[in-house]
């Protein structure tokens, strides 16, 4: 009797929670299908008008759009090359006080405020020359997300069959074969989440893409700000929704690839 009590109290507990996160998202997706042209929960009457206005009638709101999947896809393909790198050869270093100092380094920009990250890229890239289109906005949130694709990363190879990387060189390979042949299927999985933690975190970053990042280079949050201190329309609500339906989009092919349990194990 007593377990049954307490498995009904966790699962109201946990729909409860579930609720909680989710009550924002359903206010934000309902305020974007509202007719009238203010932001009211509920809506007064459900219309698409503001999605086709988005899609037809906002150029300005479709290029950031496209320069939002654009950062997005580019900053997952370098932080996964670059955690995946780093977490895979501090593995190898001989020295724990030298892994350590290296991953405080790789780490650093977790602890740090990102309105002084972002400050910091728009004086360098500034002074080096890298201007202020996509590849700015790519590399400034490269430096953000790359510390967390090493973290997930360096828990996935702590669970790695080293003896396999072993025999792969005993046998005659290379450190790439080995890598690629014995290690790099072990670690798919945790490469993949942590891609997609990346691309996630990128779709959503706001303070550095507004620093760094021009007028033909801004993403779908920084437009979104510079809206809000002007005028508030569903067309806000439409942003954030299609942004959260990208998140899921995204979070599809990952789940289909490891399946839900094994994604959250991941993480």
Known sequence: ?????????????????????????????????????????PPDRLSLRWYRAFLFEEPEWRRAFVNSVVVAA?????????????????????????????TTVIVLPLPTPVVVLALA??????????????????????????????????????????????????LGATRWQAFREAVAPQIRAGVLAAGFVAAVLSLHEFLIALFVAGVDARTLPVLEWTALRNFVDPTVSVVSTLLILLAVVLSVPVVAALGVERLAREL
């Open 1 to 41: 009797m007593n377990r049954r009590l307490g498995t009904l109290a966790f699962r109201g507990v946990t729909a409860v929670l579930l609720g909680f996160v989710l009550l924002p998202v359903a206010v934000v997706v309902a305020t974007s299908l509202n007719a009238a042209p203010d932001v009211v929960f």
């Open 121 to 170: 890229l728009s004086v360098y890239f500034a002074r080096i020359g890298v201007g202020s289109g996509h590849v700015a906005v790519v590399l400034g949130h490269t430096l953000v997300t790359v510390p967390f694709v090493y973290v997930v990363v360096r828990a996935t190879l702590a669970r790695v069959d080293w003896q396999t990387r072993e025999a792969a060189l005993d």
């Open 74 to 102: 580019g900053t997952a393909v370098l932080a996964t090359l670059l955690g995946t790198a780093g977490a895979y050869g501090v593995r190898g270093l001989p020295d724990s006080r030298l892994r350590r100092a290296v």
